[in-house]
């Protein structure tokens, strides 16, 4: 049972489409971490690594590079007439309307409510807690993620 476990774990790492997504994620990531090192806005390693391996927001945008990744893969491999390619397609159009819709408006929310908060906080009038200012994305920064997914999950489906 253990083996068949294990062959199944190699199997799913060693598929191309779960491979050609965590590069396209991976190097959106690190083009966004090169970016503000180059702007100085890396202060410490934590938040070199968080930049690395977790930060959202920012050029370009990891979550549309890996969507727009598996949707080319999954182009590629079983035909855009599939349903499993729709399927992929509805989910990328989601996730990017998602980071510049929803994500981007609560950010710029968190933002205006922490002003508040801060005044009154410093007039001693509350004692707010400040709000994660979750971030969203621009249209290009969705839109160069995207082209960076499309153009990796291509270069992975003709290899």
Avoid at 3 to 24: R, V
Avoid at 33 to 60: A, D
Avoid at 95 to 108: E, K, L, S, W
């Amino acid at each position: 049972m253990f083996t068949g476990a294990k062959t199944q774990f190699q199997l799913l790492f060693s598929n191309p489409i779960l491979l050609a997504c965590i590069f396209s994620w991976f190097c959106a990531q690190f083009i966004k971490t090169i970016i503000k090192l180059f702007y100085g806005q890396v202060h410490s390693l934590k938040q070199l690594f968080e930049l690395l391996l977790w930060r959202t927001g920012g050029l370009p945008s990891s979550h549309s590079a890996l969507v727009s990744c598996l949707c080319t893969t999954i182009g590629f491999r079983s035909g855009i007439d599939s349903d499993i390619f729709i399927l992929a397609f509805c989910f990328m159009l989601v996730t990017m309307r998602d980071a510049v819709g929803v994500r981007r408006a609560n950010g710029i929310q968190a933002r205006r409510i922490n002003e508040i908060a801060k005044i009154l906080n410093d007039k001693e009038m509350s004692s707010f807690k400040f709000l994660k200012e979750v971030q969203g994305h621009s249209p290009m920064e969705v839109f160069i993620g995207c082209l960076l997914g499309f153009f990796i999950g291509l270069a992975f489906s003709m290899l």
